[in-house]
């Protein structure tokens, strides 16, 4: 069993539609970041949550440590909303430097 | 700058090649990451620099040769590589974390390696 689980692994929705991405971890982490990835392209740092909840524009990430479980929200979705999403931890047992990755949800929004 | 850039952005070599992958930040980070991602696969990890000093290696096979020769600039350099070796290769930097902390990563855009 992976340390970090995404769900769903595929996600197609329309235009406008509300979007939750979900993401359970099994350790104690420090930090848990959101990344996003279009295709064929580097990676962008979305949000870094340790507790709480975060805001940016569309995007809303909300952390509960208790549960160990987070969820990624895209309000109005828009077509270049498409990409690969991947939540990644920072385990406190392991090394400082080290992320453990999710295997990542792919979002395709249909204009 | 906040950016991390990778160049080049897309390499084929040959079996027989020797080439390098350069990495550069000027964010005062000093934490830098070397990741290899396949296709719809999330990144794994290979070396890890903190302090210009190699500090995680994640049992990476010889072929790849990382060098930090200063805060600023990652190398990864490539010898006798694999067809199985083709991948996006990206490299990242961050401050330096502690455990029970942690600092947000910027990502370069990749390397696309193709071997031959």
């Known amino acids: 069993k992976n340390e970090v689980e995404q769900s769903p692994q595929n996600l197609t929705a329309q235009e406008g539609e509300f979007i939750t991405i979900n993401c359970s971890y099994s350790?104690?982490?420090?930090?848990l970041h959101w990344l996003q990835q279009h295709p064929g392209g580097g990676i962008v740092s979305l949000f870094m949550?340790?507790?709480g909840k975060k805001k940016h524009g569309r995007l809303i990430a909300t952390i509960n440590i208790q549960e160990k479980h987070s969820s990624l929200h895209i309000t109005a979705s828009h077509p270049r909303d498409s990409a690969v999403y991947i939540c990644a931890v920072k385990p406190l047992i392991q090394g400082a430097q080290k992320l453990v990755f999710g295997q990542g949800t792919r979002l395709t929004i249909n204009p | 700058d906040t950016e991390v850039t990778q160049t080049p952005k897309h390499l084929v070599m040959g079996m027989t090649n020797k080439k390098s992958l350069k990495c550069e930040q000027h964010m005062g980070h000093r934490a830098m990451y070397w990741y290899k991602q396949k296709a719809k696969k999330p990144p794994e990890l290979m070396f890890v620099y903190s302090y210009e000093k190699l500090s995680i290696n994640e049992s990476v096979p010889s072929r790849f040769s990382p060098e930090c020769p200063n805060s600023s600039l990652l190398n990864l350099h490539l010898h006798a590589l694999q067809p199985e070796d083709s991948a996006l290769y990206l490299c990242a930097s961050s401050q330096i974390a502690t455990v029970g902390l942690d600092y947000g990563y910027t990502f370069g855009s990749g390397t696309r390696l193709t071997v031959v």
């Open positions: 949550l340790s507790s």
């Open positions: 350790v104690g982490i420090s930090a």
